[in-house]
Structures are given as C-alpha cells and as structure tokens.
C-alpha cells in the first residue's frame, strides 16, 4: 500500500507488518448519498495474531490472552466506516489496531502495596467523631425542658 501514512506503531520499534494485514472492503451504510451505493468506502482489517512473527513472544502470548474474546481462529478484526472516504477509514481501521495491539501488549501494571493509616490520623478521627456526637447528645429532647 504506497502512500499510507507510515508504518503503524504498536510500541517502541515494533509496528504493525504491512505483508500480515488482511483488508476487505464492502459498502457502507450511513452519509455519502448516491456514491454509498456504488463506492466499497468500509473497511475491516484483520491481523492473524496467533501466527504473527512481528510481535514478541512475551507480548503476542500477552495480547492473546486479554483478546481472547475478540479472537476467532487468533484473528483479531477491526472495523471502520466513519468517514466517507475508503482512505480514510483505511487509516482509521489501522490507527485502531496499533492502539488495541499496543493496549493488549502493555506490560501488567505493578500490584499495589497497602499502606497502613498513621495512628495520628485514625486518633484524630475518633476525637472528632466523638466532639461531634457529644453536640448532637447536648442537643437531644432532654435538655430542652
């Protein structure tokens, strides 16, 4: 594909092999007027993740694993039909599955470590919780007479 906006990169040196993409186009529904009905302006591009080479071990069993149900046969497929112009929706569909790739590939993020409450802070919260019912006792029916 000449003139395409460059390769698409998932993360770091590592894009998207122009050889291992699959396009289809089809007609689209929605604005375009007469020319919908003759132009093929949809777009879906599929990317065999299973059997790619372009991918890291580390990553492609990463991205297999959280796009375990968006696959079908280790094919993950996007679409796109937003614009009017096939061109357009070409980049589209592209930008798309660099960004679901490079999101499937992020590394996990690190687990948190609980932390404890200063004892300052939970002494401070029971004083103050304790001045407070202490005003709202001083207020009951009782006093009133």
Do not use: C, Y
């Not at 375009?32 to 093929?40: A, E, I, L, P, Y």
């Not at 357009?88 to 569909?93: K, Y």
């Not at 679901?100 to 300052?120: C, D, F, M, S, W």
Request: aromatic share 4%; proline share 7%; net charge positive.
């Amino acid at each position: 594909m000449e003139g395409m906006s460059g390769p698409h990169v998932i993360r770091g040196s590592v894009s998207l092999p122009e050889a291992e993409l699959i396009w289809r186009f089809s007609r689209s529904s929605g604005p375009g007027g007469q020319h919908v009905n003759t132009s093929d302006s949809k777009v879906e591009l599929s990317f065999d993740l299973a059997r790619t080479e372009a991918l890291p071990e580390v990553w492609k069993k990463r991205a297999l694993e959280r796009l375990a149900g968006r696959l079908v046969d280790g094919v993950v497929t996007v679409r796109s039909s937003e614009h009017r112009s096939q061109w357009r929706n070409r980049e589209a569909a592209a930008v798309r599955l660099a960004a679901l790739l490079a999101e499937a590939t992020a590394p996990p993020p690190k687990p948190r470590k609980p932390t404890r409450i200063p004892r300052g802070i939970n002494e401070r919260r029971l004083r103050e919780k304790k001045q407070r019912s202490e005003t709202k006792r001083g207020r009951s029916a009782q006093n009133w007479n």
